[in-house]
């Protein structure tokens, strides 16, 4: 071991998942001259602001310059723990072309422009690694580019932002209100800086592009994936949900069939029973099936410093064996089909409808006709005891075209006798 190998690193950002990466690789110093024959050196870190306090860090690895990094000869290895597309995507492009190996948790950056860099890094003969971002700690990036490739996978199905599944959580099992959930989660770090990306379902979005992507070998793009997030779900449809035997959560579904790729992101009534309703707090999990390989499960954690920072440096010792063995580039892009995306109004959902109706004869009569009319035909119905002249009614369909769904709620909705449409919840 006298003459190992030196691996220099830079590490383009130090907040909470750089600073996970800089804890952990340090515990990992020795094990990871087992793991790979090599020692990994961090020897420049990019921040923002060289003034801030870092706790447990030399100040003499900080810089705020990029170029500093980028023309040094000796660093092999860029970790981008910045996010955001700019200047990541420079950063990176020029890392590449550099003949530099990247790590990367950096879903905004793969989910747009993930088909240009994976072609840049195998142009250069470079590996650009991304586990961390998706669903954190749990290495499904790894699992659908490698032991699932002969899966046959037709679904992907995951529960892939810890915020919102930790906000959904403390609403339905303690009465806690969206805001004060919002601000745990943010205060945990599982939150984006703007966590508009989680409660909108954007970040959901991201990363269920990049796994529709791996699974199905052709590309999708965020552009491309419908979003909905969780800010209209209240109390009320979690309750009533349950009344039902359901659970809400925010889902990343992507299907293939023969037409072609859906991907959603929205939030969706879960049977009690499915393996995905038991996923609680900011924990994480992927679904899959496959046409060869069944039905599996991945489940963990999803954000966080240290379930981040263990998905970086399983990336970044896999490019370090790769280093001592002569062997970067090995895994490029694997989209080689050009499959189309499906847009959301011509795919097949359930849906919850509450709605308030003014407690006349006929109005259940009229919602339901126009519902058959536009061929939706309905599963459950449930109608509250009215008050105050308005009656609640709540409606799950069977799977139906979503948009004949779409139509009939444009007339529902400017029937004399409609009060409010409350929700409108899709149904797995
Ligand atoms: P963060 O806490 O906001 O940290 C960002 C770091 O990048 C900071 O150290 C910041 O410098 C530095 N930085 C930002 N813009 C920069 C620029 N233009 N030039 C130089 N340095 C810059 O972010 P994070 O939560 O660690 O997330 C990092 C990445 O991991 C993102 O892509 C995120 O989506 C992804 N990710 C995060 C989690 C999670 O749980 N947090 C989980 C999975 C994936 P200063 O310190 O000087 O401000
Ligand atoms: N904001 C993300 C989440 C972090 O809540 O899951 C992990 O990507």
Redesign the pocket.
């Known amino acids: 071991m006298d003459k190992r190998k030196v691996i220099k690193a830079a590490l383009?950002?130090?907040?909470?998942?750089?600073g996970g990466v800089y804890k952990l690789a340090a515990r990992l110093k020795d094990e990871m001259v087992y793991k790979t024959g090599a020692e990994l050196e961090i020897s420049k870190i990019?921040?923002?602001?060289l003034g801030?306090k870092r706790e447990g860090v030399d100040p003499a690895l900080l810089t705020?310059s990029w170029r500093e990094i980028l023309e040094d000869p000796e660093i092999s290895l860029v970790i981008e723990?910045?996010?955001?597309i700019e200047?990541a995507r420079t950063y990176v492009t020029e890392a590449l072309k550099a003949g530099k190996n990247v790590v990367?948790?950096?879903?905004?950056l793969l989910a747009e422009h993930g088909g240009e860099l994976l072609n840049l890094a195998q142009e250069h003969g470079c590996d650009l690694m991304f586990e961390?971002?998706v669903a954190?700690a749990i290495p499904i990036i790894r699992a659908l580019k490698q032991g699932l490739s002969g899966g046959l996978i037709t679904e992907v199905a995951g529960i892939v932002n810890?915020t919102t599944n930790y906000i959904l959580t403390k609403m339905s099992e303690i009465g806690m209100d969206y805001e004060d959930a919002l601000a745990i989660a943010m205060e945990k770090?599982?939150a984006?800086?703007d966590p508009t990306a989680d409660v909108e379902g954007h970040d959901a979005g991201r990363k269920i592009a990049i796994m529709a992507s791996i699974a199905f070998n052709s590309r999708v793009t965020f552009s491309q994936v419908y979003t909905e997030g969780i800010t209209k779900i209240t109390a009320k449809d979690i309750r009533y949900a349950k009344d039902f035997g359901y659970v809400i959560k925010l889902l990343g579904i992507a299907k293939k069939d023969e037409d072609g790729i859906v991907v959603k992101v929205h939030p969706m009534l879960l049977p009690e029973d499915h393996p995905l309703a038991s996923v609680r707090n900011s924990f994480n999990a992927v679904f899959l099936h496959g046409e060869a390989c069944d039905d599996a499960m991945f489940m963990g954690r999803g954000?966080?410093?240290m379930p981040?920072a263990s998905a970086v440096m399983g990336d970044v010792i896999d490019v370090m064996g790769n280093v001592v063995h002569g062997c970067c580039g090995r895994m490029g892009c694997t989209c080689y089909k050009n499959l189309p995306v499906k847009g959301e109004e011509s795919t097949y959902s359930k849906f919850f409808l509450r709605i308030q109706v003014k407690d006349r004869p006929g109005a259940l009569a009229n919602i339901s006709g126009v519902l058959g009319n536009n061929n939706v035909s309905i599963a459950q119905v449930y109608q509250k005891k009215s008050e105050n002249g308005i009656a609640e009614l709540m409606i799950i369909t069977d799977r139906v075209l979503e948009r004949n769904f779409n139509d009939s709620l444009a007339i529902i909705s400017g029937m004399s006798a409609m009060k409010e449409i409350s929700s409108v919840i899709r149904v797995y």
């Not at 383009?12 to 750089?18: D, E, F």
């Not at 990019?46 to 602001?49: A, G, M, N, T, W």
């Open positions: 383009l950002g130090l907040g909470t998942v750089g990019l921040v923002r602001s801030k705020d723990l910045m996010g955001g200047p990367t948790a950096n879903k905004d961390a971002a954190g810890g770090g599982y984006e800086a954000a966080g410093e981040t």
